[in-house]
């Protein structure tokens, strides 16, 4: 499975980004795709993640901090993963990672970054303030 994360850019904080994570290879006992951010100087954290399998799928979880700014959201068709970032704010800006996983896991931990096998290469948001 290889995944592509594109969509980043710079943008006035309010502003809003769309990212894109392309799927491609053997993708069909995928459970979920997320997306983590990594801000300078901090570890990376959890945004948000969306259940992709094709029984039950379509189940979403959001970081406190981007309720209500962040969508993410799935084309089949695609296979593509979205995150539409609305009212964006300074502390937003990070490089933003999608990853893929096979497990099934509670939506408590859906965030253990350790669940993920497959990354992608990162894009960087950058909002000014």
């Not at 594109?6 to 290879?25: E, I, N």
């Not at 089949?76 to 937003?92: F, G």
């Amino acid at each position: 499975v290889q995944l592509q994360a594109s969509g980043g850019g710079l943008v006035q904080a309010g502003g809003s980004l769309r990212l894109s994570c392309a799927v491609s290879g053997f993708s069909f006992d995928l459970y979920a795709i997320g997306w983590f951010r990594q801000a300078p100087g901090k570890e990376r954290e959890g945004v948000s993640v969306i259940t992709v399998s094709v029984i039950g799928g379509g189940s979403t979880v959001y970081a406190d901090s981007v309720k209500g700014r962040f969508t993410i959201s799935r084309d089949d068709a695609k296979n593509t993963v979205y995150l539409q970032m609305n009212s964006l704010k300074p502390e937003d800006t990070a490089v933003y990672y999608c990853a893929a996983t096979s497990l099934r896991a509670h939506s408590q931990v859906i965030f253990t970054q350790s669940l993920y096998r497959y990354w992608g290469q990162g894009t960087q948001v950058t909002v000014s303030s």
